[in-house]
């Protein structure tokens, strides 16, 4: 039998990039996946992606708590009980402090770290219940070590982890474990527009040499999420190619 046979799966920020090979790693392994994002544009391509009927496609704005609500309401009706949900989505809005606007602040929190609490706060009530389930947030290298340019994506992606840690200690005797993942550089979207010279600059401290793959994050995640990881909770699982140690 696959690990995870008869397991729900919330992946947010699933159309492309790492959410997307997540939601593949985790059907391939035997869970019903509910791939959200907010724009309708990529899910048909993105379901296409995936093995036939494991998964369906749901549009939400994950800052929107109460679309957050009736989307898991709706997977819970169509899928099942959830007991996975793998906070993902994300955003960056890169400048130096000084040029840092509020709105830039508040989106990359909203996005990256309130969209977290959200959701997991709805999710566990029934994973309470049940006394089953595993949350697994994607934060970043650039949470545990800082980086120029990103003070609002860094502050973010520390407190995810924050989260991931405080959760873990409430959950524990309920049966939920909460881990995050803390990928280095990795080639999506969201690092395409990096130019050649800081590539460059980032493969110098890259020991491996190489920046990793959506698919070199997905496996940490479907470990998290499976019988594997039976006893791990609150940890963070660098994934950066040696990047930070
Ligand atoms: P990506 O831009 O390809 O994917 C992010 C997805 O999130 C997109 O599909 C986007 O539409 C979706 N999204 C954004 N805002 C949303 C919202 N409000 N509601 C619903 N969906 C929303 O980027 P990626 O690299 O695959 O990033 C996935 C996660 O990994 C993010 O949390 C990111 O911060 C994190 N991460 C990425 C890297 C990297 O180098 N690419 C490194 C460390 C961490």
Redesign the pocket.
């Known amino acids: 039998m696959q690990e995870l046979q008869g397991a729900v799966a919330i992946v947010?920020?699933a159309?492309?990039?790492?959410?997307l090979a997540t939601a593949c790693e985790l059907a391939a392994a035997g869970a019903r996946v509910a791939m959200?994002?907010?724009?309708q544009s990529?899910a048909g391509p993105a379901l296409a992606e995936m093995p036939e009927g494991s998964a369906r496609t749901f549009i939400?704005?994950?800052?929107d708590a109460d679309c957050v609500a009736e989307m898991v309401d709706v997977v819970e009706a169509e899928l099942g009980p959830v007991s996975i949900l793998v906070n993902?989505?994300?955003?960056?809005r890169d400048k130096l402090l000084l040029r840092m606007q509020d709105e830039d602040w508040d989106l990359v929190l909203n996005?990256?770290l309130k969209?977290a609490f959200n959701l997991t706060k709805i999710v566990a009530r029934g994973m309470t219940r049940r006394r089953a389930g595993a949350i697994i947030n994607?934060?970043?290298?650039v949470g545990l070590m800082g980086n120029t340019g990103q003070a609002n994506y860094s502050a973010a992606?520390a407190g995810l982890i924050g989260l991931t840690k405080s959760v873990a200690k409430e959950l524990a005797p309920r049966g939920i474990r909460v881990n995050a993942v803390?990928?280095?550089?990795?080639q999506?979207?969201?690092?395409a527009h990096l130019d050649a010279e800081t590539r460059e600059g980032l493969l110098g401290q890259i020991p491996m040499g190489e920046l990793g793959r959506?698919e070199d994050v997905a496996p940490v995640i479907r470990f998290l999420a499976g019988p594997g990881a039976r006893y791990i909770t609150g940890q963070v699982i660098v994934v950066d190619g040696g990047m930070l140690m």
Do not use: E, H, W
Request: hydrophobic share 35%; proline share 5%; aromatic share 6%.
């Open positions: 947010t920020g159309f492309r990039g790492i959410g959200v994002n907010k724009d990529r939400c704005d994950v800052t993902n989505a994300g955003l960056t996005v990256n969209a994607v934060s970043s290298v992606k803390a990928p280095g550089f990795i999506t979207q969201m690092t959506p």
